[in-house]
C-alpha cells in the first residue's frame, strides 16, 4: 500500500536551472511532510519539512509548496548546482497517529548538468 | 555532535545465519527509528523505540527480527536464520522528540547480503 508516491523516478535539469520535483500522497491523516537526499553510500539527509498548516516553506534555494486539496506537494530547487545531483525522497508522517513513524516515496534521482 | 553511527556498514552472510547490527544515535535524542530501504525503493519503517520502549513494529517485521534498545540509548536490530529476501540496507535514525514536529537523522545504513 504505497501511500506515497513520486512517479518521476529521475530527472535531468541544466546547472542554474530550477528543479522542480513532485509527491502525492493518499492518506488524509498525514499532517507533515519532509524531503531528504540521498548520496550514493550515505543515509538520507535531511533538506526541509512543512507541516499542513502552512503551503509554503522556503530555506535558501529550497522551497516546499502543499496543496492539501489536490494531495500534492513539490520541491523547488533554485537555483540547482552541480552538488544537488542525488536521489531525493518525500516522506510523510501523521503527528497524531503513528507517532511521528516516516512513510517514503520511492525517490527522484536528480541529475543537474554543466 | 557526531551524528548517527551503524556498524557495520557491510554485512555479507549465508543463508540461514544469525546477524545483528549496531546504531548509536545522536546523543540527547530520545526516539530511535529502524528502516530497510530495497533497491529502487525509498526506507520502509520497521520499528521505533521512544527512550528504551518499543512502541511500535511493522508488520514487515517477522518473528525473525528482533530489536532492542536497553538502556534508551544504543540499539540492536537482529535478524534469525535470514533469507535472501533480507538482503537491504538497513536504516537508523534518531530524533528529539518534544511534542512539536521534529527531523528524524540519519545513519549511513548497513548494506546486507545474504548469500
Known amino acids: 500500500d504505497q501511500q506515497v508516491k513520486q512517479n518521476s523516478p529521475s530527472l535531468s535539469v541544466q546547472e542554474g536551472r530550477i528543479s522542480i520535483l513532485n509527491c502525492d500522497y493518499t492518506?488524509?491523516?498525514?499532517?507533515?511532510f519532509l524531503w531528504y537526499k540521498k548520496y550514493p553510500a550515505e543515509g538520507p539527509t535531511f533538506l526541509i519539512s512543512i507541516s499542513s498548516i502552512k503551503d509554503k516553506n522556503e530555506d535558501g534555494r529550497f522551497t516546499v509548496f502543499l496543496n492539501k486539496s489536490a494531495k500534492h506537494l513539490s520541491l523547488h530547487i533554485v537555483p540547482s548546482q552541480p552538488g544537488d545531483s542525488a536521489v531525493y525522497f518525500c516522506?510523510?508522517?501523521?503527528?497524531?497517529?503513528?507517532?511521528?513513524?516516516?512513510?517514503f516515496g520511492a525517490g527522484t534521482q536528480v541529475v543537474v548538468t554543466p | 555532535d557526531t551524528g548517527v553511527s551503524q556498524d557495520p556498514r557491510h554485512k555479507i552472510t549465508k543463508r540461514g545465519q544469525n546477524v545483528t547490527f549496531r546504531c548509536d544515535p545522536i546523543s540527547e535524542h530520545n526516539r530511535l527509528y529502524w528502516y530497510r530501504q530495497t533497491l529502487g525503493q525509498g526506507p520502509e519503517f520497521l520499528t521505533y523505540f521512544q527512550n528504551e520502549a518499543q512502541l511500535e513494529k511493522s508488520r514487515l517485521l517477522s518473528d525473525r527480527f528482533s530489536a532492542e534498545r536497553p538502556k534508551g540509548s544504543f540499539s540492536t536490530l537482529e535478524i534469525q536464520r535470514t533469507e535472501q529476501g533480507d538482503s537491504a540496507m538497513y536504516l537508523c535514525?534518531?530524533?528529539?522528540?518534544?511534542?512539536?514536529?521534529?527531523?528524524?537523522?540519519f545513519g549511513p545504513g548497513t548494506r546486507l547480503t545474504v548469500t
Open positions: 535514525a534518531s530524533s528529539l522528540y518534544s511534542g512539536t514536529p521534529y527531523e528524524q537523522y
Open positions: 516522506a510523510a508522517s501523521s503527528l497524531t497517529d503513528s507517532w511521528g513513524k516516516l512513510q
Open positions: 492518506n488524509s491523516m498525514f499532517d507533515y
